[in-house]
């Protein structure tokens, strides 16, 4: 990232120059397959974080080893200013309680109703009387636009965009610093997605906490991305602006952006000659 743009970057409301992830050296192999080698990555508090990456670069597993799901084969993950693996299991899991997470299909346990599974992190620490866990609840379902009539239902009776915003209100119980989000909008309809996209963004804004975000989908990134980062060649090959990443020469960037949905998303954030539908 060049001065130019980190000038630009920190001057975004809410991004700081403090690191919050600082990935170093990372290798993650499963036997004799090596997904990740050396591989850095450093994430900004307040900003929206995007891994892209062709199948099998390691986005998702990535994301479970920065929140501490899978032990990587070397190299460093420090969290929130603490050296992830270093930490006890009782000290890890303290310090997971600053951070929520949204997994892909939601995650939503089946036999609890939509307020039982947001309320299960707050539960978890056991020290939060009752009342308090109901008021944080609804909160949050609030905040996610679902009603009080909606608490009492279960996941099965729930739309899929709905069970995106109760896993959402659940990564959010416990007001985090950080928010992973793993596909959020996978098996949305394109009004749901850009729905959900806008709830991401406007949370983002009142909350101020930082994202990291693993996505497919390219209007997803450029709705929401501060900086994405590129994973390929067993690393991060470029982590930086969108426009500035379109810079970068690598096969995947010229597929996943440059293809021509790629270039029918960006519109005019398209490299001069190859904009979609123009000279």
């Not at 992830?84 to 036999?111: H, N, T």
């Amino acid at each position: 990232m060049n001065a130019a743009t980190q000038n630009r970057l920190f001057a975004e409301d809410g991004v700081t120059t403090e690191p919050v992830i600082s990935v170093r050296g990372l290798r993650t192999a499963f036997g004799d397959h090596v997904v990740h080698d050396n591989l850095d990555l450093t994430v900004f508090r307040g900003e929206i974080m995007v891994l892209v990456g062709g199948s099998g670069t390691g986005k998702t597993v990535l994301l479970r080893q920065i929140i501490g799901l899978e032990r990587p084969a070397a190299g460093s993950v420090r969290v929130l200013g603490q050296s992830l693996f270093d930490l006890a299991p009782a000290e890890r899991r303290r310090l997971s309680y600053r951070w929520g997470m949204l997994f892909q299909a939601g995650a939503l346990f089946s036999a609890l109703s939509v307020y039982d599974n947001v309320a299960l992190p707050l539960r978890e620490l056991r020290a939060i009387p009752e009342d308090l866990v109901h008021d944080v609840v609804m909160c949050r379902l609030a905040m996610v636009g679902l009603s009080a009539q909606d608490a009492g239902k279960r996941p099965s009776d729930l739309s899929g965009g709905m069970v995106k915003r109760v896993a959402l209100a659940r990564a959010l119980s416990l007001d985090p610093e950080l928010v992973f989000l793993d596909e959020p909008t996978a098996g949305l309809d394109p009004l749901r997605s850009d729905e959900f996209v806008d709830l991401v963004r406007s949370l983002h804004r009142q909350l101020g906490f930082t994202v990291v975000m693993v996505t497919h989908d390219l209007d997803t990134l450029l709705a929401l991305a501060t900086r994405v980062a590129v994973l390929a060649d067993k690393r991060v090959i470029v982590c930086d602006t969108v426009p500035e990443v379109l810079k970068f020469d690598h096969p995947f960037i010229h597929t996943f952006f440059l293809g021509e949905r790629g270039l029918r998303a960006l519109g005019d954030l398209a490299p001069k000659g190859l904009q979609h539908g123009k000279p």
